[in-house]
């Protein structure tokens, strides 16, 4: 794993928006998966700045985003279908076409996790897959204890992201109880992976990870198993010890 410490999460987001964009300028058709959160929101405002600075053509470009909540109609503000293609998709001029999200509309939520499924493998897979982390471990939305070989799947949230994810909904019983994640399997088959981690409430996951030992109580833990991660973590995200490792 390549590891960047970075003071704060300003330097997070230069670090990251550059890597993306080297991705970019290496393989102008690349398959790019989307991670949502806040830890990403500060790379992707960077991101738009360096692409419209340096004048980037992402015509050519594909986004698969790893999740979306189950039920939130898609001009709801924290839909992960608004949230993108305001601040993401829309500021970059991506079409609808190139830009893959989960539905959690669909009244078939099992048919809507195999067509989507099918739908990364028709783009060829992703070559460069942003995560961010939750405290208890989760990415995407897989939360701890999730099969390591699961694929795209609708997932009960567990009470600590409900909460967690409270502070961008008016009011936390507004927080969705399902959502549709793309599974561990399917990032695993990533051919690249860009972790970002920011804060000391991710040092729990973080340090878990850091272990290099493998816990489905902590899905992070699988990218050990990865061969090509990239971790982008601020100095208070990586504690110094490693619990997880006694
Ligand atoms: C959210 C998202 C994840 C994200 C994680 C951490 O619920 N589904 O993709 O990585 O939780 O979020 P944040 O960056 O806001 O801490």
């Known amino acids: ?106 009244e078939n939520l099992e048919k809507e996790c195999v067509r989507y499924e099918k739908a990364i493998e028709k783009v060829g897979g992703v070559d460069l897959q942003i995560l961010g982390v939750g405290r208890n471990g989760h990415i995407g939305f897989n939360e701890p204890g999730t099969p390591l070989d699961s694929k795209t799947h609708v997932v009960e949230l567990t009470d600590s992201t409900r909460q967690a994810n409270a502070r961008f909904f ?25 972790l970002l981690a920011s804060g000391k409430e991710k040092s729990d996951a973080v340090s878990a990870l850091l272990s290099g030992k493998i816990d489905p109580q902590w899905p992070v833990t699988v990218l050990n198993q990865h061969p090509d991660v990239t971790l982008v973590v601020t100095e208070d995200a990586k504690a110094e010890e490693h619990e997880h490792a006694e």
């Not at 189950?70 to 998709?89: I, T």
């Not at 399997?185 to 860009?194: A, E, P, V």
Request: proline content about 5%.
């Open 1 to 106: 794993m390549n590891i960047l410490t970075v003071k704060n999460g300003k330097e997070l987001s230069d670090v990251a928006s550059s890597h993306i964009l080297k991705a970019v300028k290496d393989k102008p058709d690349l398959v790019l998966g989307i991670a949502t959160g806040g830890t990403p929101s500060g790379t992707y405002q960077q991101l738009v700045e360096k692409v419209q600075l340096h004048s980037v053509d992402l015509s050519n470009i594909k986004t698969v985003n790893l999740d979306e909540y189950v039920g939130l109609a898609r001009n709801h503000e924290e839909s992960y279908w608004h949230y993108l293609h305001e601040h993401l998709y829309g500021p970059l001029g991506l079409s609808p076409d190139q830009a893959l999200i989960p539905n959690g509309l669909n």
């Open 170 to 194: 008016d009011d936390p019983s507004e927080v969705p109880t399902r959502a549709i994640t793309v599974g561990i399997s399917t990032i695993m088959k990533s051919r690249s992976i860009l």
